[in-house]
Structure formats: C-alpha cells, structure tokens
C-alpha cells in the first residue's frame, strides 16, 4: 500500500489529467485510455482506480465540483443586488478559465440526464445554487431594490436561467458574446427588474 | 442497388432509431451496436451508412434538425411581442414531445463543443434562431410594445438565453419547473421589458 503522501500526488495526477481531457475533448472524449495518455500511465493503473465508465464520470463530477469550490469569486460587500450581480458574474465565461469550466460543466448534461443518479445529483446542485442566489434576490427586496410584489422564487429561478443560457450561447460564439456584451446585457436584465 | 422506396423507407428506419436512442440515452449513449439494435439490424448493415463515429453524429443532428424544422408551431397572428412569446413558449418543454426533443439537443452540446466543425455548425443554428426571434423584438419596438430606445440585439440575445437556460433548468428538474411556472415566469419576463 503506498504511504498517504504517494496517494494523494498520485489522485492530483489524475484530477489533472482528467480535467485536460475533459476541457479538450469534453465528456464525450473521456476514456480510461485518453485519462491514461494524459498523464503518461498505463490504462492498467487506472482500471485499479476507476472499475467502470461510471467510475470515470462520477470522479469527472467531483473534479469538476472541487475547481468550482475553489475558485476565487468577486468580493461582495453590499447585499441585495449587487451581490446576485457579483455571484452571477462568477458564473459567466468571462475570462478563459471560467469558459473552460463552463465547457465541462455544459459537457456533462448529456451524462446526467441519461443517468438517473447523476441527474439527481446535478438537480440538487442547482437547487443548491439556486438557494444561494435566493437569498440576494430576497435581500434585494427587503432592501427595496426589488419590487416588493416580487416572486422571490421566480426571480431568482429566471436570474439563474439566464445566466446559464447566457453560458451557452457564449461559449459556441465567443464573436458575438465578448465580456462586455455578457455584462452589458446581465445589467440590463438587472435594471429591468428594479421598481 | 436497392428502389427508390426502400432507401427511402430503410432511411426513415434508421432516423427513427437514432431518435430513440437520443432519447434514451443521449450523444454519450449513441452507438452502431445501439442504433442496429433499436432497429432490429445488424451493426455491419449500419457500418455501411456510417464509416465512423462522426458520421453517426452528424446523420444524428440532422435527424435533429428534421424533427424540430417539423414540429408543429403555435400560430403567431399577431405581430411584436405575442409573436415573441409564441416563439419561445415553442422552445420550452412544455409537453413531453418537446421535452425529448430539448433532451436531444442539450445533449448535442457536449460533442459539438468538442469538434470545430460541429461547433461551428451549431453556432450558425442559433444565429439563425436568433435571427427569426429579432423580427419579432424589432416589430414590439416598432409598435411601441418595447421602449423606442431598446438595444434590439441585446434583447434578442436576453430571451433567447433566458429561453434556454429555462429548458436545461427544466429537464433537471421537472419537479420544480411544470409547464405553468415555466410560462408564468416568460410572462414575467415579457412584462419587465415592457416600459
């Protein structure tokens, strides 16, 4: 048995390599053999790790959650509007990097709604995001930057929406969807929404 | 070399087959051995229409293409803003039917995301759906629906994002999304663009 320092470089290897396989070629492209390739193993070794396809995808998801959680997000001093706006920022392929974790995660719904579990578990991640975006929305009202006569659920499920579709659209047409276009038009939306 | 009529016939087969294998299980699920067996045929008869893995997804997303080109459309008699909503209500899935078919393309993304061909392909789609949607917002503009200094491309791009992130939130999680709420909240979006 390798001694705890060997297992966890050995799984930051595989996190990685799994993660370049899935920013390249998304989910799709992920195979024991193209994981293998990417760290320069033997498809042997991992086999030992991942039993199935499922194996595989499962710990995809987790990777991709562990980058998710940690990375860095906009600050937000001031609740209420401003602060969906910061977090709905953070979920936008407004530098590299996000639209490389957005490509994954926009790569792994053909998976999770062929899988009954893996749906389930993606239904609770943004059930999940949804509840953190709701309390913005309810402070916005409370502060009155929202109209009081607002369906705080409903609000925050159309904020949550477009913002995913917005990821969508960017990230098949970068031309018509640069930064500022996506921020202009969050902006918009915001200020369609205030009394 | 077989009649007319059978090709044809032997075409419609194997479409049927490939949609029902989207529907199952998706791009991820998308196999020779899948489609030869929805279709009681050998996997080597269908080696014969598709070469390789690419040449199934493509067929695939034609078969895509044909379906959503033939489905049947709410009448839109009035101009602007009904019109608008008319075309995205068709969009959503509100009915099992458009479920499925909203299944199929949000599982498209990950492959064509993955191949630059396909990508470009699906860009050119939803510039072309946007396109048909910006007639639309142009006419609520023109007829005062819509405030005279809207940007008409943004907004265009706003409900189309909207509308899709929608339908991704929606096969989630039916639960939390039935046909009514999702209307009640296009409406809610209409309505704030509203001046």
């Given at each position: 048995m390798p001694a705890r320092g060997d297992?966890?470089?050995?799984?930051r290897d595989v996190s990685e390599a799994v993660w370049r396989v899935l920013a390249d070629?998304?989910?799709?492209?992920?195979?024991?053999?193209a994981v293998a390739a990417a760290m320069g193993a033997s498809t042997g070794l991992l086999t030992h790790y991942f039993p199935n396809k499922k194996a595989l995808v499962s710990y995809a998801l987790d990777v991709a959650d562990e980058?998710?959680?940690s990375r860095s997000l906009r600050g937000t001093e001031t609740p209420g509007l401003a602060a969906l706006r910061a977090a709905l920022l953070d979920v936008l392929p407004l530098t590299p990097e996000a639209a490389v974790?957005?490509?994954?995660?926009?790569?792994?719904?053909?998976?999770s709604l062929a899988d009954p579990e893996l749906r389930e578990r993606e239904m609770r991640r943004y059930r999940g995001?949804?509840?953190?975006?709701?309390?913005?929305?309810?402070?916005a009202v409370e502060r009155g930057e929202l109209p009081a006569s607002s369906d705080v659920d409903d609000v925050t499920a159309a904020a949550?929406?477009?913002a995913h579709g917005l990821v969508v659209h960017a990230l098949f047409d970068a031309e018509?969807?640069?930064?500022e276009r996506q921020t202009r038009m969050l902006d918009a939306w915001l200020d369609a929404l205030a009394p």
């Open positions: 297992h966890d470089a050995r799984r070629r998304g989910f799709g492209g992920l195979t024991l053999r980058r998710t959680a974790m957005n490509r994954v995660w926009v790569g792994s719904w053909d998976g995001w949804r509840a953190r975006l709701r309390v913005h929305v309810a402070a949550a929406a477009f018509e969807y640069p930064p």
